[in-house]
């Protein structure tokens, strides 16, 4: 569980590393550190979805608290302004900081005061509470909360000589109105009083946003002070909500988040897993949200990432079974599918929904065959054949689409069975980085994930054929003759396979860890000699403890350290950097080749552990690809949380568990 006691709660630097998140299931969000400094433009306490899933908008950044107890002044809270001036009043009194379950929890200890403060979301509702309670102290304590807001999209800065906020006094705390027409917010208290004031703060210091080469500073508007005398054992509730009516009471609402929280793990079969594979079933839930479509009023999505991704079609389909099915929630696999099924065009599934709400984007080869990956996972946990039957044409219309061709020259070459994707300018697969118009990892050709997952698609695509009554030879003689194609992706010089094939300089020869999932799923053309290589070969080369190196460390475009201006990180996105979701394909096809789980379980463990270092009880998107391997990009990503699941799982089988 994550737990943490002075040794880090006190020590400024470590608590400003580890940050928390909390989410609504509509797309909202609140995040920041253990010590409460804003490192990222990305934190604060309510980061609402005004049109759920998207138009995220800082709402209140912080609560800025002040203790008086016994005649004594505490200041809880902690502020940069510049690299050198730093505010870290509120570390030195933080005896603790833990999650339970999914609810971050502080304990402050003010002589012989102890006072906790939890923060959650309400599930389906742009609300935050931020709860108080004095737990133990030998007379009464004064507390005093500076509401910090702001009104702009997650991804901008504010500067408040140019932001006109307007904050109206209401019968239980204040009303903000933002500077356009838009939707108010609110933030209340049950109890105390209220004092308001508009004065803007300028330039709150954000030092991973300078990190990553972008804007460093932001203005937030001082919009008042909440006040209230706590007793001994009472609890004082501030909440902030984009609706009027959100309930006060505070005992009740973190109840209902509680109870949510049990409930996905008793659900999920995994309350008696260790405690990091618990906190990874309650991760799994903060990226399923609300998608309502035309033929689908109560359609899911998956966002990608937290802080700053949307809802990605590759990233769902990469994430689905993880997230769902190993969580024991089919419904909820079916409704994302049934979604995504309902956006299929020109036999391609979208990859990227903007925040602006515009026409997706249909921009990736591999999406789309993620999806039958998807579907048979689910099929394989459901034996729901009736869906089956409502998708299958959608599926066929695909396969169709891509022996004729789609966009981006996305197409069956009929010599050799295999898909080519890819042109000039644009990046079509997963390793998708591109600086102005240089694209980082083209990939032109025919890639070998690419074909691993058609080769799969065909052989689902005969069993679903023939469950229905109709003939499966159209796939099945696709499907061998992809199972010869795939087979001239073996090098036999290295000793793995080639990345692509048939690329604009011939053959990519650098290793990759895409033939990893090659192995990882259900069918496999290569030799069980083949196989072990690849898996011995990878492990050395690519293996880290959080994730796989996108290139080995021998090529000689190999980048090991992520960061700097974005051209910069993107340079290095996929030339080096770990991922963490490809822990999950290294894991599935180790088991393939050496069938110990022991044995795996000594490369997912110290992956795991990941979970109390950056992204408290959940897994990062990236890690430096040299040691020590700083976890690095969004504290919170789908498929690293959902294919560890799968991995785990997997072991779990293996042994029998």
């Not at 890639?447 to 058609?454: G, Q, S």
């Not at 003689?477 to 010869?484: D, F, G, N, R, T």
Request: overall charge negative; proline content about 6%.
């Amino acid at each position: 569980m994550i737990d943490f006691d002075r040794s880090i709660c006190c020590d400024f630097q470590t608590a400003s590393t580890r940050e928390w998140v909390i989410t609504n299931g509509i797309g909202g969000y609140g995040m920041g550190t253990v010590g409460g400094v804003l490192t990222r433009r990305y934190h604060g306490l309510l980061i609402a979805a005004l049109n759920p899933p998207l138009a995220r908008t800082l709402l209140l950044t912080k609560l800025d608290e002040t203790v008086i107890y016994d005649a004594h002044t505490y200041r809880l809270y902690c502020n940069e302004w510049q690299p050198d001036d730093i505010e870290n009043y509120g570390v030195l009194y933080l005896e603790r900081f833990r999650l339970e379950g999914s609810i971050p929890v502080w304990t402050y200890t003010l002589a012989d005061a102890q006072l906790e403060k939890r923060v959650w979301m309400q599930y389906g509702a742009n609300t935050t509470y931020i709860r108080y309670t004095l737990t133990r102290a030998s007379m009464n304590l004064r507390l005093s909360a500076k509401a910090l807001v702001n009104y702009r999209d997650h991804h901008a800065n504010t500067v408040g000589a140019d932001t006109q906020l307007n904050v109206t006094r209401i019968t239980d705390g204040i009303r903000i109105d933002g500077p356009s027409v838009g939707q108010p917010f609110y933030i209340r208290a049950d109890g105390g009083s209220f004092i308001p004031d508009e004065n803007w703060y300028l330039n709150f210091y954000h030092a991973i946003e300078a990190y990553r080469g972008q804007v460093e500073y932001d203005d937030n508007m001082y919009a008042g002070v909440f006040d209230v005398v706590l007793q001994p054992a009472v609890s004082f509730t501030i909440v902030a909500s984009t609706d009027p009516a959100a309930s006060l009471d505070g005992a009740k609402a973190l109840t209902d988040r509680m109870t949510h929280d049990q409930a996905l793990l008793t659900s999920s079969g995994w309350q008696d897993a260790p405690a990091e594979i618990c906190q990874l079933v309650l991760a799994a839930d903060q990226f399923v949200v609300n998608r309502p479509s035309p033929h689908d009023p109560d359609g899911k999505t998956v966002i990608a990432g937290y802080p700053w991704f949307e809802d990605w079609g590759r990233d769902t389909m990469i994430s689905l079974a993880g997230l769902t099915l190993t969580t024991r929630r089919p419904a909820i696999a079916r409704s994302i599918l049934r979604t995504f099924g309902g956006l299929v065009s020109q036999g391609m599934l979208p990859n990227r929904f903007t925040e602006l709400g515009v026409a997706p984007e249909y921009n990736t080869a591999d999406a789309t065959l993620w999806y039958f990956e998807a579907i048979r996972a689910y099929y394989a946990a459901t034996l729901d054949r009736e869906f089956l039957v409502e998708i299958f044409p959608v599926l066929q219309s695909i396969i169709a689409w891509h022996q004729k061709g789609t966009r981006y020259h996305i197409h069956l070459d009929p010599d050799d069975g295999l898909i080519y994707a890819g042109e000039t300018g644009v990046q079509v697969t997963w390793m998708d980085a591109k600086v102005d118009e240089w694209v980082v990892t083209p990939r032109i050709g025919k890639p070998i994930e690419i074909n691993a997952l058609w080769y799969n698609a065909l052989l689902f695509m005969a069993r679903i054929a023939r469950l229905l009554g109709e003939s499966p030879d159209h796939y099945h003689l696709m499907a061998e003759k992809a199972a010869q194609g795939l087979k001239n992706f073996w090098n036999p010089r290295t000793g793995y396979c080639f990345d692509v094939l048939d690329g604009p300089n011939g053959h990519e020869h650098h290793l990759r860890p895409n033939q990893l999932i090659a192995l990882a799923l259900p069918e496999c053309p290569f030799t069980p000699e083949q196989q072990k290589s690849i898996v011995d070969i990878c492990a050395r080369q690519l293996y880290t403890p959080h994730g796989l190196r996108s290139l080995s460390p021998d090529a000689p475009d190999y980048v090991g350290v992520y960061g700097g201006d974005l051209p910069t990180r993107d340079a290095a996105y996929h030339q080096g950097t770990a991922w963490g979701w490809l822990m999950g394909p290294f894991i599935l096809a180790h088991l393939r080749v050496y069938q110990d789980p022991a044995l795996a379980k000594s490369y997912l463990w110290p992956y795991l552990r990941q979970i109390n270092q950056h992204g408290l009880g959940t897994l990062s998107e990236i890690a430096d690809g040299n040691a020590p391997f700083t976890p690095r990009g969004c504290m919170a990503q789908a498929w690293s949380v959902a294919q560890a699941l799968l991995a785990w799982e997997a072991i779990a089988k293996m042994e029998g568990e």
